[in-house]
């Protein structure tokens, strides 16, 4: 299914939200990082970009944003507006990020530590590259 969306259990309770996530189990990998978009001015989309490997969960912990994926053959566009909401990035998944709220904060799970090289920044490479046996 495409996009994959997981619904986090909410915790939360009359003082308010919680939502907890763990590898494996929330989330369909080993998490071995974390990192955050915020403060993105309302007109910046960003992204642009696959992974060769890299397999990550993006969840908007605050406000709102809109995630586009693009397999190579379809593109879908889903609004990410809940901290229970997450959506997996599978590897060879060409994805933007746009419509940004002034107080979104995109939280990332990844399941490897940064590596530039795993990167595809020019989307024809990425369509080669997806032709590619
Ligand atoms: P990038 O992934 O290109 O951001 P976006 O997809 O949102 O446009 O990352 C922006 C810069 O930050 C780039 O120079 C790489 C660096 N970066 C790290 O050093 N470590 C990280 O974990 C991430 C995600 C980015």
Same mark, same amino acid.
């Given at each position: *299914?495409?996009?994959?969306?997981?619904?986090?259990?909410?915790?939360?309770?009359?003082?308010?939200?919680?939502?907890?996530?763990?590898?494996?189990?929330?989330?369909?990998?080993?998490?071995?990082?974390i +990192?955050?978009? +915020?403060?993105?001015?309302?007109?910046?989309?960003?992204?642009?970009?696959?992974?060769?490997? /890299?397999?990550?969960?993006?969840?908007?912990? =605050?406000? &709102?944003?809109? *995630?586009? /994926?693009?397999?190579?053959?379809?593109?879908?566009c889903?609004?990410? %507006?809940?901290?229970?909401?997450?959506?997996?990035?599978?590897?060879?998944?060409?994805? &933007? *990020?746009?419509?940004?709220s002034? %107080?979104?904060? /995109? /939280?990332?799970?990844?399941?490897?530590? +940064?590596?530039? =090289?795993? +990167?595809?920044?020019?989307?024809?490479d990425?369509?080669?590259?997806?032709?590619?046996?």
């Open positions: *299914m495409f996009p994959e969306i997981i619904t986090f259990k909410q915790l939360g309770d009359e003082r308010g939200g919680l939502v907890a996530i763990e590898e494996e189990t929330s989330v369909p990998f080993h998490i071995c990082r +990192y955050y978009i +915020y403060d993105t001015k309302v007109d910046v989309e960003r992204g642009f970009h696959a992974h060769k490997t /890299l397999s990550q969960v993006g969840v908007a912990v =605050s406000g &709102s944003c809109e *995630m586009v /994926l693009n397999d190579g053959t379809t593109e879908v889903t609004r990410l %507006d809940s901290p229970t909401k997450g959506v997996v990035i599978r590897p060879g998944i060409w994805r &933007s *990020m746009r419509c940004f002034h %107080d979104c904060v /995109l /939280l990332v799970l990844a399941d490897q530590p +940064y590596d530039e =090289s795993d +990167y595809i920044r020019n989307y024809d990425f369509l080669s590259w997806k032709c590619t046996p």
